[in-house]
C-alpha cells in the first residue's frame, strides 16, 4: 500500500465521520466542543447544528443544563490529555444526569488522526492537507464554506 492509498483511506475515514456527525446535528444533536476555533473548523468542514463550549462553565452545571435539553450529546473534545480528562468527566456527568453522550466519533477520530493532529480545530487543515495528497477535489459543501469564510 502507497502514501497516497493510507492517506486516501484515512480521509475517506474522516469524511465518513464526518457525515455521521452531520448526520446527527441535523436530528438536533448538541455537538460538545472545548473552543470557538474548534467550532470553526466544524463549520469549515459542513458540519452545522448546535454546538456547546465546555470550557465556559462549571462541568457539573453545564452538563446538567445541556442533559435538560433531552437531545442527543456528542462529546467532541481534543484529543490531549486535557481533552482526554474533560471528556471522561463529561462523560461521567451526562450519565449521571441519564444521558448517554456519543464519544464513539471523538474516540475514531482520534484513533485515525492521533499521530498527526491532536485537536479538532485543526481537523479542518488537516482534512485539507489530506485531500491535496489524495488528489481529491474539494467537495461542493467543503468549497461553499470556503467561499463563506473569505
Do not use: H
Request: proline share 1%.
Amino acid at each position: 500500500m502507497t502514501d497516497v492509498d493510507v492517506y486516501r483511506k484515512r480521509l475517506e475515514r474522516i469524511e465518513e465521520l464526518l457525515l455521521e456527525l452531520s448526520e446527527s446535528a441535523e436530528r438536533g444533536a448538541v455537538i460538545i466542543v472545548e473552543g470557538k476555533r474548534d467550532i470553526l473548523s466544524m463549520k469549515k468542514l459542513g458540519i452545522k447544528g448546535s454546538f456547546e463550549l465546555a470550557t465556559r462553565y462549571s462541568l457539573f452545571n453545564f452538563s446538567e443544563r445541556v442533559a435538560s435539553l433531552g437531545c442527543e450529546v456528542i462529546i467532541l473534545t481534543d484529543w490531549d490529555r486535557r481533552g482526554d480528562l474533560l471528556a471522561a468527566k463529561l462523560s461521567e456527568y451526562f450519565e449521571n444526569f441519564g444521558v448517554k453522550p456519543d464519544l464513539q466519533i471523538r474516540n475514531k477520530l482520534k484513533l485515525i488522526s492521533q499521530k498527526e493532529i491532536k485537536d479538532i480545530e485543526s481537523l479542518y487543515t488537516y482534512v485539507s492537507k489530506l485531500r491535496v495528497k489524495t488528489g481529491s477535489s474539494l467537495n461542493s459543501e467543503y468549497e461553499t464554506n470556503l467561499e463563506f469564510e473569505r
